[in-house]
């Protein structure tokens, strides 16, 4: 068979299958839950779907290109919606058009916006709906309303797709049937992060000093990732004698409070926010320990990424963290908002490379064994299986 043939093969076979239609709202790069989604089409290919992306973002938003590339890089097939506001039906008519060209069989949103379109759109074309709650981070004005609309439309949603227990138990609060909750946490790709240089030699590539100690944190910069707790954890370790920097990779609203607290502690020079960056992975496998600090999460995939890249963890004991990290045997856990518990666990680690190395080995095996992409890709074909009664 030549190669033009097995094409025309293969694209009638994935014309043939059934299609999910991912949608959700971005602004900027997006996030953590895009990673997943974008990554997932080529898993679902070979689980019998055909899975495309739609992405509504505001027109002219110069972060929404990061979101192209992504999806170039993992061949994501993805739709781009403008959507100019709540007013703006010319979004409701291009996802019908989409639904309607695609044979949509499977809606599934992933916030409170594409969860109320697609109640509206199973009005004017047949298709079953799912939802994941990613979990309601941010805090902003509009945040309130962002929640009671999200509370209205899960119960009517066939599944409700929950990424961590908290978010289960909320979504069983918000009235969703529990015969219509499941538990699919987040998991990575272990192929795509896998360590390739060693610290010493990634601290380096990165303008550090080899034999320094490098704290790593990565998010958005806004007040609930409590990253001010790092910058707070540095004139403690110094006074130890410890040789330590911090490094926050994101962008955000609290930048110019982070810079000004390390400024007022005198420790601006050993704090670097290089700013919001497409690939972490060359900064993760610089750190000697990865700090998470946050006071909101779902399951977060900077967590699983710093894991199953072999970075020892401190993280906060919220959401369905501790499920990921056992406290003591793959990482640390401490209470959101401790400064002395966050102090002590960083201190911990950077005197003790022998419990570094131990971490790192166990968080990659955590990942290898219960977070892998695959096997959660295989779980959301089999909810999709029972959906269509394949």
Known sequence: MTLLAERLASNAVATALPVVFDTRVVSGSGGG?????????????????????????????????????????????????????????????????VCRKENVAVWHGHDYKTNALGLLLKRLWPMRLVT???????????????????KLCLPKYEKVICVSEDLFEAALSAGVPA???????????????????????????????????????????????????????????????????LVVVGEGNDRPRLEALARELNVADRVKLP????????????????ALS???????????????????????????????????????????????????????LLTNPELRDLFRRAARRTIETRYSFPTRMARLARLYDDLLAR
Not at 205 to 229: M, N, Q
Not at 331 to 347: M, V
């Open 294 to 348: 946050s006071l909101r999460e779902g399951l977060p995939n900077v967590l699983l990424e710093a894991m199953a890249l072999e970075v020892p963890c401190v993280a906060t004991r919220i959401a369905g963290i501790p499920r990921l990290i056992q406290d003591g045997r793959n990482g640390f856990l401490i209470d959101a908002g401790d400064q002395s518990a966050l102090d002590r666990s960083l201190a911990g």
């Open 33 to 97: 839950p895009d990673k997943t989604i974008l990554n997932s089409p080529r898993f679902l290919t070979e689980l019998g779907y055909r899975m495309i992306c739609g992405y509504l973002y505001p027109p002219n938003d110069p972060g929404y290109a990061q979101i192209e590339r992504q999806a170039e890089r993992y061949r994501a097939p993805l739709i781009s919606v403008p959507d100019r506001g709540p007013f703006d039906w010319r979004v409701v008519a291009r996802l019908l058009r």
């Open 179 to 245: 015969q219509n909750c499941v538990l699919i946490e987040n998991a990575i790709d272990g192929d795509e992060y896998r360590r390739r240089r060693t610290v010493a030699e990634a601290k380096v590539a990165l303008g550090y000093p080899a034999d320094c100690l490098l704290i790593g944190g990565v998010g958005r910069l806004s007040p609930e990732k409590a990253f001010d707790a790092q910058i707070r954890a540095l004139p403690t370790l110094l006074a130890r004698g410890l040789d330590v920097r």
């Open 275 to 290: 700013g919001w960056q497409s690939d972490v992975r060359a900064t993760f496998e610089a750190m000697d320990v990865f």
């Open 132 to 150: 994941t709650l990613h979990g309601w981070v941010e805090m902003t004005d509009r945040t309130p309303l962002y929640y009671r609309i999200d």
